[in-house]
């Protein structure tokens, strides 16, 4: 690792033609991500080998997570870049605070540890992966429950929170948020909250696309991080329902990738980014990953393109989180407040 030599590859995008978001801290994270969810299909050396290739075609945004058993592994990956002389500055990093982690001081050594996993001094970006303090184990299926599961409970929520803000207080992360939120629940947090979220993550593709909360998230200055751009393909089977859809089969979305010459998921990325939210795709295959960040820098799509995907969207939630819910009459739809309320106990 140590006669390792950073090298831009030839073929790959120069970062700084990357169109990026800027927080109201005046920091720019960059305008796609590689997303390093394996969902038990790779390994943590295969994911942390990918880092280190995406990073070298071009990629400076990982979206990182505890729950996802490989942050020590792609730590290796940014030591083996920065000491390779890739500037730490250059790089935005996220990393998440899982579920059986929102007890009292566990947010915090949640981060830290994190922070080691990783090798890194801060964080650029820490969130609270899921707003429900319901955990499971790796590979379960659909039918699995934790047994000490709830809802969302705000007071529990804002506990949770304070440490978020205690960390950013002392510079451990650069920049707080949410993620897996609804409306009801952001509602009062942001009433509640010292220190407002800064972004929020959720699942958003041409099938899904969130129009309200989408809209709410960015009228109120929350950086829009979407994940499972191209529909999440390698998606978990707990998650797949008969109904599913998929994007990159829809007539319209092939029909533009064939105009463009290019796979139907470049689309699905394009759309996204032109959108206004930060698509964090997931890969291991350098043709992929990095198709995915030319199509950011690429021609763009028309304004009639982004009209008809804007048509197709089917409501279509692939990431459903059964195994998150409280009570065994439950569907997934309980975890997402479609009413407009939150799901109490009962």
Same mark, same amino acid.
């Given at each position: 690792?140590?006669?390792?030599?950073?090298?831009?590859?030839?073929?790959?995008?120069?970062?700084?033609?990357?169109?990026?978001?800027?927080?109201?801290?005046?920091?720019?994270?960059?305008?796609?991500?590689?997303?390093?969810?394996?969902?038990?299909?790779?390994?943590?050396?295969?994911?942390?080998?990918?880092?280190?290739?995406?990073?070298?075609?071009?990629?400076?945004?990982?979206?990182?997570?505890?729950?996802?058993?490989?942050?020590?592994?792609?730590?290796?990956?940014?030591?083996?870049?920065?000491?390779?002389?890739?500037?730490?500055?250059?790089?935005?990093?996220?990393?998440?605070?899982?579920?059986?982690?929102?007890?009292?001081?566990?947010?915090?050594? *949640?981060?830290?540890? !994190?922070? =080691?996993?990783?090798?890194? $001094?801060?964080?650029?970006?820490?969130? #609270?992966?899921?707003?429900? %303090?319901?955990?499971?184990?790796?590979?379960?299926?659909?039918?699995?429950?934790?047994?000490?599961?709830?809802?969302?409970?705000?007071?529990?929520?804002?506990?949770?929170?304070?440490?978020?803000?205690?960390?950013?207080?002392?510079?451990?992360?650069?920049?707080?948020?949410?993620?897996?939120?609804?409306?009801?629940?952001?509602?009062?947090?942001?009433?509640?909250?010292?220190?407002?979220?800064?972004?929020?993550?959720?699942?958003?593709?041409?099938?899904?696309?969130?129009?309200?909360?989408?809209?709410?998230?960015?009228?109120?200055?929350?950086?829009?991080?979407?994940? *499972?751009?191209?529909? !999440?393909? =390698?998606?978990?089977?707990? $998650?797949?329902?008969?109904?599913?859809? #998929?994007?990159?089969?829809? %007539?319209?979305?092939?029909?533009?990738?064939?105009?463009?010459?290019?796979?139907?998921?470049?689309?699905?990325?394009?759309?996204?980014?032109?959108?206004?939210?930060?698509?964090?795709?997931?890969?291991?295959?350098?043709?992929?990953?990095?198709?995915?960040?030319?199509?950011?820098?690429?021609?763009?799509?028309?304004?009639?393109?982004?009209?008809?995907?804007?048509?197709?969207?089917?409501?279509?939630?692939?990431?459903?989180?059964?195994?998150?819910?409280?009570?065994?009459?439950?569907?997934?739809?309980?975890?997402?407040?479609?009413?407009?309320?939150?799901?109490?106990?009962?």
């Amino acid at each position: 690792m140590t006669n390792y030599k950073f090298q831009p590859a030839a073929d790959g995008v120069d970062p700084k033609s990357v169109p990026y978001h800027t927080f109201a801290s005046g920091a720019k994270i960059p305008s796609v991500g590689l997303g390093t969810f394996g969902s038990d299909n790779y390994t943590s050396d295969v994911i942390a080998q990918a880092v280190v290739g995406a990073a070298e075609v071009g990629y400076r945004h990982f979206d990182c997570a505890s729950v996802y058993g490989n942050e020590d592994a792609i730590g290796g990956s940014l030591t083996k870049l920065i000491d390779g002389g890739l500037p730490r500055e250059e790089l935005w990093i996220t990393s998440k605070v899982w579920n059986d982690m929102h007890g009292a001081g566990q947010v915090i050594e *949640s981060c830290k540890k !994190s922070l =080691s996993d990783l090798k890194l $001094d801060y964080l650029d970006l820490f969130l #609270v992966h899921w707003p429900f %303090p319901n955990s499971h184990g790796k590979g379960v299926d659909v039918s699995s429950r934790d047994p000490h599961a709830k809802p969302y409970i705000h007071e529990d929520y804002m506990r949770v929170w304070s440490q978020m803000e205690e960390l950013y207080d002392v510079g451990l992360v650069r920049h707080i948020g949410t993620s897996n939120m609804t409306i009801p629940k952001l509602e009062l947090v942001m009433r509640d909250a010292r220190i407002k979220p800064m972004a929020n993550e959720l699942e958003l593709h041409p099938h899904l696309q969130q129009a309200e909360l989408f809209k709410y998230i960015v009228n109120r200055g929350i950086v829009p991080i979407g994940y *499972s751009p191209i529909g !999440s393909p =390698s998606r978990p089977i707990r $998650d797949r329902t008969a109904d599913d859809t #998929v994007d990159v089969e829809d %007539p319209v979305i092939v029909a533009i990738a064939e105009r463009f010459g290019v796979h139907p998921a470049v689309v699905c990325v394009k759309w996204a980014a032109q959108r206004g939210q930060i698509p964090i795709p997931f890969s291991v295959k350098r043709p992929q990953y990095l198709s995915t960040l030319k199509a950011i820098v690429s021609e763009p799509l028309t304004e009639a393109d982004m009209t008809a995907i804007a048509g197709i969207d089917k409501n279509n939630r692939l990431i459903k989180g059964h195994v998150f819910l409280w009570k065994e009459d439950q569907t997934w739809e309980a975890l997402w407040d479609l009413d407009g309320t939150i799901t109490p106990w009962l």
